[in-house]
């Protein structure tokens, strides 16, 4: 299995994200912005434009894959699209309206089946490695749940993807972003319960491959 999981956008280590994708040999990325599906549409789209232009400025070649495509569709659809992709992105927003999209389209699953097939590297930041925990719970003190039924006119979920045993928790200690003291508050609520958690700064990101584990 292999994650490039980031506090904020690439992180100070891009090439830590490159190095991923060294066995590969093709540089194509699918983006997925679901988790700002609540924006409006013209904000929506200039922030999608952002992840294309600071991925494509890494030596990628990204494109977006919208999930709402996929809903109500054969999940085998969405799995088929996912498998031309050597590496996904995943960006931040709301974790709940992510999470949702994620469900609904089946990329959920896709996305588990092709990790533990080690047939794609999982990157993103903020909610995109929020979403890998084992739930949700606390995180709605950062992200609004309600946000769901405003995008989709459904209940949010509170279960995550299970693909880390911990929860990513960003924006620690980082004077520049607006949520870094409300997730403070989260990280103080997950140790106070004991639950398994990991900080990031912005600028940090938490690297995988294989069993190897590393902050950088």
Same mark, same amino acid.
């Given at each position: 299995? +292999?994650?490039?999981?980031?506090?904020?956008?690439?992180?100070?280590? !891009?090439?830590?994200?490159?190095?991923?994708?060294?066995?590969?040999?093709?540089?194509?990325?699918?983006?997925?912005?679901?988790?700002?599906?609540?924006?409006?549409?013209?904000?929506?789209?200039?922030?999608?434009? +952002?992840?294309?232009?600071?991925? &494509?400025?890494?030596?990628?070649?990204?494109?977006?894959?919208?999930?709402?495509?996929?809903?109500?569709?054969? !999940?085998?659809?969405?799995?088929?699209?996912?498998?031309?992709?050597?590496?996904?992105?995943?960006?931040?927003?709301?974790?709940?309206?992510? +999470?949702?999209?994620?469900?609904?389209?089946?990329?959920?699953?896709?996305?588990?089946?092709?990790?533990?097939?080690?047939?794609?590297?999982?990157?993103?930041?903020?909610?995109?490695? *929020?979403?890998?925990?084992?739930?949700?719970?606390?995180?709605? +003190? *950062?992200?609004?749940?309600?946000?769901?039924?405003?995008?989709?006119?459904? !209940?949010?979920?509170?279960?995550?993807?299970?693909?880390?045993?911990?929860?990513?928790?960003?924006?620690?200690?980082? !004077?520049?972003?607006?949520? &870094?003291?409300?997730?403070?508050?989260?990280?103080?609520?997950?140790? &106070?319960?004991?639950?398994?958690?990991?900080?990031?700064?912005?600028?940090?990101?938490?690297?995988?491959?294989?069993?190897? &584990?590393?902050?950088?």
């Amino acid at each position: 299995m +292999r994650m490039y999981l980031s506090s904020w956008r690439t992180g100070d280590h !891009p090439e830590q994200l490159l190095a991923l994708l060294d066995s590969i040999g093709t540089n194509q990325v699918a983006v997925i912005a679901n988790a700002i599906d609540a924006l409006p549409a013209a904000e929506r789209r200039a922030a999608v434009e +952002r992840e294309i232009h600071a991925l &494509t400025a890494l030596g990628l070649r990204p494109v977006e894959l919208d999930l709402r495509t996929f809903f109500g569709q054969s !999940p085998d659809q969405v799995a088929a699209v996912l498998e031309r992709f050597p590496m996904v992105w995943v960006r931040g927003g709301n974790v709940f309206v992510l +999470r949702h999209a994620l469900a609904r389209s089946g990329a959920d699953q896709a996305l588990i089946k092709l990790l533990q097939q080690d047939a794609v590297v999982y990157a993103g930041y903020s909610a995109g490695a *929020c979403v890998l925990a084992p739930e949700l719970h606390g995180l709605d +003190r *950062c992200d609004d749940p309600n946000a769901v039924a405003a995008a989709y006119n459904a !209940p949010a979920r509170f279960d995550g993807l299970a693909l880390l045993d911990y929860v990513v928790v960003p924006h620690i200690d980082s !004077p520049g972003h607006p949520e &870094t003291e409300i997730l403070t508050t989260v990280a103080d609520h997950y140790r &106070t319960q004991g639950v398994a958690h990991r900080t990031l700064r912005d600028g940090q990101a938490i690297v995988i491959s294989g069993k190897d &584990t590393r902050i950088h």
